[in-house]
């Protein structure tokens, strides 16, 4: 398999197998994350797509979903992503699904059509790292685009029928703007239909922007407590039937709810671990985190 680079698939993905579709990523602007710092986005070549394809057709005849890694395939054009989306049917009679990474301005420059016509093909379950919904929150962390951009995108992903996962990060709008940020970032994810939504928490690392605005006194972090606050204001005001998964390392006390019906089970017990726990606990935990999500 032609992996290089960082090879980085969200945890929900651990049971589809791993085609190395992109590398790097196309934007590189978000304020905290050096995901893919040092990679400059590359497109394999379909010469080793189709060798890796030939690979899995050995070893998985019937795979049913794959996974095209890379921080955002879904920036391929229509064009390409259809030529790869057939080909891999060529290969694997009986896949149904090619999920990936994409960000709201991959779906810009994409219309309706192609959009229904790459489901068709199998095109379904992009992962979204939209992470808020409130523009101030958005602008703060580089995102590149607004709260009016997410909902205009995300309804052409609705009406083509295609199944996408949201990703909400708790403690990015900064000490005092978890409240805001939870509540406008709720309305708007309530207008929409993410399959479910993972939660991760901010976590600074050398290297990112935010740890250097950090460094120099222009973004303070918000406090271990608010940001499970800020999680519970989420989850009260988010208005849909969905999931919600905030269980990945990066969250102090991981837990999972099937929204509204474990909403109060799940907001208690978060009150609880507030009640219990103390801030330097939850600190001395994100200390030692080494990697996101
Ligand atoms: S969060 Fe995603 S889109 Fe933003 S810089 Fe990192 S990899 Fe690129």
């Not at 019937?62 to 259809?82: C, D, Q």
């Not at 929204?259 to 939850?282: F, G, N, W």
Request: glycine share 6%.
């Amino acid at each position: 398999m032609h992996f290089m680079g960082r090879t980085w698939r969200p945890p929900y993905e651990a049971h589809s197998v791993i085609i190395q579709a992109t590398s790097g990523c196309t934007y590189h602007k978000c304020r905290f994350c050096n995901l893919y710092k040092d990679e400059c986005f590359r497109m394999s070549p379909m010469e080793e797509f189709e060798e890796d394809l030939e690979e899995i057709k050995r070893y998985q005849p019937y795979a049913r979903r794959i996974f095209w890694t890379g921080a955002n395939p879904f920036s391929m054009s229509y064009e390409n992503l259809k030529l790869r989306a057939l080909t891999v049917r060529d290969y694997l009679i009986k896949c149904q699904t090619m999920a990936m990474f994409a960000s709201i301005r991959d779906i810009r420059d994409k219309e309706v059509w192609q959009l229904k016509k790459l489901r068709a093909m199998g095109i379904n379950g992009l992962s979204i790292g939209t992470e808020s919904g409130d523009d101030e929150t958005l602008a703060l962390a580089g995102k590149g685009y607004t709260a009016a951009d997410i909902l205009a995108q995300c309804r052409k992903l609705d009406e083509a029928g295609i199944e996408y996962y949201f990703v909400y990060m708790t403690g990015l709008a900064g000490k005092g703007g978890g409240h805001r940020n939870a509540v406008k970032s709720a309305k708007l994810f309530s207008q929409l239909n993410p399959y479910f939504i993972s939660v991760d928490s901010l976590t600074l690392f050398p290297g990112t922007e935010l740890y250097r605005m950090a460094l120099e006194g222009t973004f303070t972090p918000a406090g271990e407590k608010e940001r499970l606050r800020e999680l519970q204001t989420f989850m009260q005001n988010l208005q849909i039937r969905t999931h919600l998964f905030a269980n990945s390392a990066s969250n102090f006390y991981p837990v999972t709810a099937y929204l509204p019906k474990e909403r109060e089970a799940v907001v208690s017990e978060l009150q609880y671990i507030i009640d219990t726990v103390s801030e330097e606990e939850m600190a001395a935990y994100r200390r030692e985190l080494k990697r996101l999500g």
